[in-house]
C-alpha cells in the first residue's frame, strides 16, 4: 500500500528590482508583485536574496520556494509549496 499526500503550490509572477536600498515587497501591478532586493543582479546573487527574503516574509523554509522560470530575467513565476493562494497574499499583505 502505498500514501501519497499532494502539497499544496502556489505560482507568483514577480517583476524582481534589484540593487533596492533595502528589501521589500512593493506591490499587485496587473498580476504581477513587485519585489525590490538588495543584491545586485550578478552570478545569481538577486535570485538568492530573492528566495530567502521572501522566505522570511511567507515564513517558509527556502526550499520550500523554487524559481520556475526566469533565472536571467527581473520577470519571474516563483512556485511556493505548502501554502494556498490565500495564505501566500495574507502573509504578504498582513493587516
Known amino acids: 500500500m502505498s500514501i501519497s ?4 503550490e502556489t505560482r507568483i509572477s514577480l517583476h ?10 512593493v506591490g499587485f501591478s496587473d498580476g504581477v508583485l513587485g519585489v525590490k532586493v538588495a543584491a545586485p543582479p550578478v ?3 538577486a535570485n538568492r536574496e530573492l ?4 522566505s522570511q516574509v511567507l515564513g517558509v523554509s527556502k526550499g520550500s520556494l523554487a524559481i520556475i522560470r526566469g533565472h536571467t ?13 490565500e495564505e ?5 499583505f498582513p493587516g
Open 51 to 54: 528566495v530567502a527574503f521572501l
Open 88 to 92: 501566500v497574499l495574507r502573509r504578504l
Open 16 to 25: 524582481v528590482y534589484p540593487n533596492a536600498p533595502r528589501n521589500q515587497v
Open 43 to 45: 552570478r545569481g546573487q
Open 5 to 8: 499526500r499532494r502539497v499544496s
Open 73 to 85: 530575467s527581473r520577470n519571474k513565476l516563483i512556485a511556493v509549496r505548502g501554502l494556498s493562494q
